[in-house]
C-alpha cells in the first residue's frame, strides 16, 4: 500500500521560510519523479515543482521560481519544499505527488498571513 504523508505545515508570516516534508513509503522511492501541487481556497490544484528521481532535474511553476526549492532524500523516502520569501497567495494546501503513478498525500495546510 503506497503511502505519502506530509508535514510542516502551519500559520506563517509574509516573507517567512518554511520547509514541508514527504515521507513515501509502499513503492521504490528512488525510481520515481516527485512533485508538490497545492490547492488555494476557491481554487483548482495547481502544479507547483517537480524533481527527477536522481534529483538531476527541477522544474518549478513560474509563480514559485527562485523562491521555493525542491529536494530529495532517497535514503529516507523523503521529499522536500523549501519554501522562502512567503506570500500571502501562496496560502493553500500543499500536496506531493508520485507523478507518473498518480498517487497523492492528504495534504498540509500552509497560511501566510501577517
Known amino acids: 500500500q503506497v503511502q505519502l504523508v506530509e508535514s510542516g505545515g502551519c500559520l506563517f508570516q509574509p516573507g517567512g521560510s518554511l520547509r514541508l516534508s514527504c515521507v513515501v513509503s509502499?513503492?521504490?522511492?528512488?525510481?520515481?519523479?516527485m512533485g508538490w501541487f497545492r490547492r488555494a481556497p476557491g481554487k483548482e490544484r495547481e502544479f507547483v515543482e517537480r524533481?527527477?528521481?536522481?534529483?538531476?532535474?527541477?522544474y518549478y511553476a513560474d509563480s514559485v521560481k527562485g523562491r521555493f526549492t525542491i529536494s530529495r532524500d532517497n535514503a529516507k523516502n523523503t521529499v522536500f519544499m523549501q519554501m522562502n520569501s512567503l506570500k500571502p497567495e501562496d496560502t493553500a494546501v500543499y500536496y506531493c505527488?508520485?507523478?507518473?503513478?498518480?498517487?497523492w498525500g492528504q495534504g498540509t495546510q500552509v497560511t501566510v498571513s501577517s
Open positions: 505527488n508520485v507523478v507518473t503513478l498518480g498517487y
Open positions: 509502499g513503492l521504490t522511492f528512488r525510481n520515481y519523479v
Open positions: 524533481i527527477s528521481y536522481n534529483r538531476l532535474a527541477t
